[in-house]
């Protein structure tokens, strides 16, 4: 990464109609029971190349496996981008397909693009069919809205359990021949049914670079492993999860080799803010808890160690309850199925130790429940076995969260 | 197993002192801070063969270390275990090994055995030193009350968060040479920090046949398997999981190839009670949910969907709040990193279609949710790609497990 990148990357206000280019539109179609805003429409005034990543969960949902043979028909370009909330297309079948597909092919007529570059995107309670009729009525009132201004209610519109919408944008001067302004912009929903692997809840990223096809497509796939992909609410990976990016070249700037870093630093930040937004308004969330593993044989130790104690609700209900109670997370890292060293091994809550040399530092106790009373709660595990680390976000376990998910469809 | 074995088998009551020649007690040492039964002894009044499966978390407790320790070095000879909750003596370093040495070589000297057939095990918080001055004026006090009708006392001794004491004991009829009485007992203890990966929570068992060594680790093995192991309260394995069998040949009967089957099912049966009532007292429980996976590539995939479909916390808290959400299991099943056919995949709810052919059967959810208001849950997934099966058992997910959990130390 070049520095006067870093220098010139500023995060701004606007969400997915940040960069030049595209409108928004969040509208209400009556998905759900309660009249809110459950319609999204993201639209580019021109051709944009575009990249996804999407769920790995084997029950892929209708939308996930239209888009992806969309994107792979139109070669990776797209026009828009339609998402609905307060149902999911999820294990519908036959019909449920036939509903995605109708989702593409009503909203490219009204565009006015080849379907294949119309991506699709649901979210909400699985296995209820969609109501195309509502999507049909839908669409155009969206499309009389839409907007270069109106990211935040597109945002809303694909919020299901979600405390707060998620929209990050930063500008960035590129790097390379020629010095040009491009600004990526975004938004994300998500709140339960947590553990992105490969991919993660709806995020859906926009920039007015030109970037190539390839070279987004690496670009994504490096910013989701370390930010969507480095989060975990509940330790579930949703058959709907997808995030996908746009570039439309409308800043006239233009992403090569030379000023990629800069571009991927940017991207890294929108999507990191996202993310953070997905935790901190995770089901039941009072905490964002930042885990990060050090000393460990091998990156894929560490991200799975990390991931276990994000997971593990004896840690996640110690936190919510302000207890700094390390012999979880000692005992998290060690059924972790990594290389583990006790004799070397040290727990930190914040920056205090409370385990180390094999022993315990209890006299650090009163300070570190202190300390657990903020709500930015940072925790670290040496594993003493190697020297490799990762870091992911994850929220605590409250009562709230079981009240959320045992009423959820009543 | 030999029908005959089958119809002989009778469930009968009196814990671990059930079978001949074994007393236990249990006392209050002082190390729980309400003066409750705290330190449990188990006594055979002849050497036994002693079998142990011990947690494989690396985070091993002192006494695991101990145990395992004197397991080999008695070639698998055991006369007496010690037992205390309140405690784990574990990550408590070199210290805490010592501790864990002397406890049995204090419980050694009173029963007047080598060391080394004394086995130690303790229950309670991580990182916190175990006061040895209590243990040792514990002991003397514990081997007064030793009888051969207090299994139930020391049953409750080694409870921490445990909602009620485990026992259970069968009688059984050998098969093979002659047709002798020879009785199992058994007790556990176990309410959060359960997922057993090869070993489980605390587990004793007793029994006055004769077994010789090999024989009765197979027995104790194979036994874990299908119970111990196949059960999960919230998906952690602790550093102290252990299980240990006992067998005095007391009642004067010889376990040998003809007659193993007949005792493994009755082991296997006594394991099954003593693990199912660590799930029926979870943390916070307020259902039995048997969860069944069907239509499995593997006997592995079988066994791993179906755990982590039991710990799942979307799926716990749907059972707890009563909603037949089968979307939630399919979308487990999906993510199980299993083998998974959708469009010929399952969901039954007790035995309600809920999901089939790719296609819901909303139309016996109100069924279903009438069922969910019983205590004992099945659900069942057939994965539908193969033919093997594995049944685990679990829990619902309740605020209360938050509570208990986030205030546990406090």
């Known amino acids: 990464m070049t520095s006067s990148a870093l220098e010139t990357l500023e995060m701004i206000s606007g969400g997915v109609t940040a960069p030049q280019g595209f409108g928004a539109a969040g509208v209400s179609a009556g998905i759900k029971a309660d009249n809110g805003l459950d319609l999204a429409l993201l639209v580019s005034d021109r051709p944009a190349s575009a990249a996804a990543v999407f769920t790995i969960n084997r029950a892929q949902a209708a939308p996930v496996v239209v888009s992806r043979d969309h994107l792979s028909r139109s070669g990776g370009v797209a026009r828009a981008i339609v998402v609905n909330s307060g149902c999911a297309n999820a294990c519908t079948g036959d019909a449920g397909l036939q509903v995605a597909r109708e989702m593409a092919t009503e909203t490219a007529r009204l565009v006015g693009c080849p379907v294949e570059q119309v991506l699709v995107a649901s979210t909400g309670v699985i296995g209820v069919a969609l109501n195309i009729d509502k999507i049909r009525r839908g669409l155009p009132v969206a499309l009389d809205a839409l907007a270069g201004d109106q990211g935040s209610l597109a945002a809303r519109a694909i919020m299901t359990t979600d405390p707060f919408p998620k929209e990050a944008a930063a500008r960035v001067t590129l ?6 302004d491009i600004v990526i912009g975004g938004m994300a929903k998500g709140s339960g049914m947590i553990e992105p692997m490969m991919a993660t809840m709806l995020g859906f990223v926009t920039t007015d ?5 390839p070279l987004l497509d690496r670009a994504l796939r490096e910013a989701v492993n370390d930010t969507f992909n480095a989060i975990t609410v509940d330790g579930e990976c949703s058959t709907n999860d997808c995030v996908m990016l ?11 080799e030379a000023s990629y870093d800069a571009f991927a630093h940017a991207l890294g930040a929108v999507c990191l803010q996202l993310a953070l937004g997905i935790v901190r308004g995770g089901e039941g969330a009072t905490k964002l808890v930042t885990v990060t593993v050090t000393g460990a044989a091998s990156a894929a130790d560490a991200r799975r160690a990390a991931k276990a104690i994000a997971n593990s609700p004896l840690v996640k209900t110690a936190i919510h309850g302000g207890d700094p109670n390390w012999g979880r997370l000692i ?11 006790l004799s070397r091994a040290e727990v930190m809550i914040g920056s205090i130790v409370l385990f180390k040399d094999g022993r315990p530092y209890d006299e650090a106790a009163p300070e570190a429940a202190m300390y657990l009373e903020s709500k930015d709660i940072a925790v670290s595990v040496n594993l003493g ?5 990762s870091t992911v976000w994850t929220c605590d376990l409250s009562a709230e ?3 959320i998910n045992a009423d959820y469809r009543t």
């Open 175 to 180: 790097g390379g021949r020629g010095v040009a």
């Open 385 to 389: 076995a190697g020297r490799a680390s």
């Open 401 to 403: 969260y079981v009240r």
């Open 209 to 213: 670079a030109a970037v190539s096809q």
């Open 331 to 341: 005992a998290v890292a060690g059924r972790a199925g990594v290389e583990f060293e």
């Open 246 to 256: 746009l570039a439309n070249g409308a800043s006239g700037a233009n992403v090569d």
